[in-house]
């Protein structure tokens, strides 16, 4: 019978910025089993003064004490699989995920995000979260008192281990193991593929948002706790495309997405492009040629995000279209 575990945020299951095959795991799972992770998310400079009331985690507060700041993100894990090794595909199927607090942040900072050149200066705002009624406001907008916003959690950051080879690298760029896609599809009820590049995958999530726009231009989403139910399984030799799996792909009840990621955004639109016409020439009868004329007249491609040095492009293929 499948299994449920739950790893709560802590500084003995965090890890601050960094991904590497050489993090032991947390804990070992079997095929079809479930995580419960339990995310946090900031560093100091973005937590809200004590005045404001707002309560911080304590585990958040422990963390920036005494974790070393490898990179970006705080994230928990990693957890492994029995039995993956290189080469195998793990399916992550993001059965729920809740907020773990009643605010979260966004901001912006000199030399970073889409705009540094108009924006060289420093501004995080704290925003309140209802938990009930799933809605953040907004400080700012049409009306006063603020703007509402309907919230649609997801983890900026699920990836397993890279190769052994990149040793410890930041999070904050998204790569083939994952990691800071930053795709706000992957809500909970979609599936993320990812292929398997050390013993284990070593799976790792964080980054938590309450909800984000496609760019997430200024640097951040609405970042906040999050804990996440994660179904890991295991496929042997891949399986989403042949002869194996090689770079990330989604899927949620409506569509099917393929991503592109690099420094350069065309190059990162090629790339999601390339992945749409490999997927649908991998699951039906059609041509190359025919599926890159399918793409132009009914998949759909959006600009992921601009902020995390790699650039993300998604193609999203209807369900039913197809296949």
Not at 115 to 136: G, N, S, T
Not at 312 to 323: D, P, T
Request: hydrophobic content about 40%; overall charge negative.
């Amino acid at each position: 019978m499948p299994k449920t575990i739950r790893i709560d945020a802590s500084v003995e299951t965090c890890r601050w910025g960094a991904f590497d095959a050489s993090f032991p795991p947390l804990a070992e799972v079997e095929s079809g089993d479930t995580v419960v992770l339990e995310c946090i998310s900031g560093g100091p400079e973005q937590m809200p003064p004590r005045e404001s009331m707002l309560a911080v985690h304590p585990a958040l507060r422990e963390v920036h004490a005494k974790l070393p700041r490898l990179g970006a993100h705080v994230i928990t894990g990693p957890v492994a699989v029995k039995g993956a090794e290189p080469g195998d595909m793990l399916r992550v199927d993001i059965e729920k995920i809740e907020l773990g607090s009643d605010w979260g942040f966004c901001g912006f900072r000199p030399l970073f995000g889409t705009l540094p050149e108009d924006f060289p200066y420093r501004r995080v705002l704290h925003i309140p979260a209802d938990k009930e009624r799933m809605v953040c406001t907004l400080p700012f907008g049409p009306k006063e008192g603020g703007m509402e916003l309907a919230l649609a959690p997801f983890f900026g950051v699920m990836g397993v281990a890279p190769p052994r080879d990149w040793g410890m690298i930041n999070t904050k760029e998204p790569r083939a193991h994952g990691g800071n896609l930053d795709n706000k599809e992957l809500t909970a009820g979609s599936t993320l593929y990812l292929p398997v590049w050390t013993e284990g995958a070593l799976f790792s999530a964080g980054d938590g948002h309450g909800v984000q726009g496609d760019g997430e231009v200024c640097i951040n989403a609405l970042e906040i706790n999050l804990t996440g139910h994660f179904k890991l399984s295991l496929v042997k030799g891949g399986g989403v495309n042949s002869p194996a799996l090689r770079f990330p792909r989604a899927e949620t009840p409506t569509h099917y997405i393929t991503m592109g990621l690099n420094e350069d955004l065309d190059l990162a639109m090629k790339q999601a492009l390339r992945e749409m016409i490999a997927f649908i020439c991998s699951r039906s009868n059609l041509s190359d040629a025919d599926a890159y004329q399918f793409c132009s007249l009914a998949v759909d491609f959006a600009v992921t995000q601009t902020v995390n040095g790699e650039k993300g492009v998604h193609g999203k293929l209807k369900k039913g279209l197809l296949f």
